[in-house]
């Protein structure tokens, strides 16, 4: 569950000092309000939604369940209570649940696609989220079925170009390892060759960057001429979007990481209806 502490930002983010429009209109009316969604959709957001209008003393109804596909037109959550509180925190609401339901939701779809071609392979997020997002983006997407990664650059070791750029792949590797025992070393690279030199280096995850699907094949055949293959998981990043994923997860690879599901982001569309109480 997200603290209520962060999501708490988000209020005082767009109502420092109040909402002064309800504040002025309304007097202390109840009301009551439902929030529908626009489009079919893989909900998400709805758990935070519900902490939000719970804080501010309003009655919450879920309609629905986080991760759950939705139909066009369908109510996602009923509050009842203070017209004033239900409008403080509705575009906050909205938002997010916009925002994570539109991560979830192409998640879905991505995970979808792949499963039809290779069932051993995930999809995974990445670090490309929202600056101060982040633990709602890596949410959504796991809630449309993907692997979150990593959600800080303390959480697991993944030695980059720009580390390899000082160090050799063998040093980077050996270094990780003898600083830190119990956690995988995943290395980035971009050939067949180094990909090679990160298995025999001791590399527990390799991630194939920019690479196309016969540069894919080529490492692949290599590891396993070389005996290396079964010992380490094989992550793809760069070049994938809809039509290219089918014909990624065919070259026998375990992780598919796309930096789109967070990083351009459709936001599903969600409407907060009110009536008279």
């Avoid at 929202?130 to 959600?151: Q, S, Y």
């Avoid at 600083?179 to 194939?208: C, F, K, N, Q, S």
Wanted: proline letters at 4%; one cysteine or more.
């Amino acid at each position: 569950m997200t603290p209520l502490s962060y999501l708490l930002r988000f209020i005082e983010e767009d109502a420092q000092f109040g909402d002064i429009t309800s504040e002025a209109v309304l007097g202390n009316r109840d009301a009551v309000a439902r929030i529908v969604v626009k489009e079919d959709a893989v909900i998400a957001g709805l758990e935070e939604a519900a902490t939000l209008f719970t804080h501010f003393g309003l009655s919450v109804e879920i309609c629905a369940r986080d991760g759950m596909p939705v139909k066009k037109g369908a109510c996602i959550l009923r509050i009842k209570g203070s017209a004033k509180k239900i409008l403080l925190a509705e575009r906050t609401v909205l938002n997010i649940i916009g925002r994570m339901s539109g991560i979830a939701t192409r998640t879905a779809r991505y995970a979808a696609i792949v499963s039809t071609v290779n069932r051993n392979c995930r999809v995974a997020g990445t670090r490309k989220t929202a600056p101060g997002l982040r633990l709602l983006d890596k949410k959504a997407v796991a809630l449309g079925g993907g692997e979150p990664h990593r959600f800080s650059l303390s959480d697991g070791i993944l030695i980059k170009d720009n580390h390899l750029a000082l160090v050799p792949i063998p040093e980077a590797v050996a270094s990780s390892r003898k600083a830190y025992a119990y956690r995988p070393v995943e290395v980035e690279v971009e050939t067949p060759e180094d990909a090679v030199t990160a298995a025999h280096a001791g590399a527990d995850i390799i991630m194939l960057d920019n690479m196309n699907p016969g540069e894919i094949r080529v490492t692949v055949d290599l590891l396993r001429k070389e005996g290396l293959r079964e010992k380490i998981l094989l992550e793809i990043s760069g070049g994938v979007d809809e039509q290219t994923i089918p014909d990624y997860a065919r070259e026998n690879v375990d992780i598919i990481s796309i930096g789109a599901l967070t990083h351009s982001v459709h936001n599903i569309d969600v409407s907060l209806e009110m009536y008279p109480d």
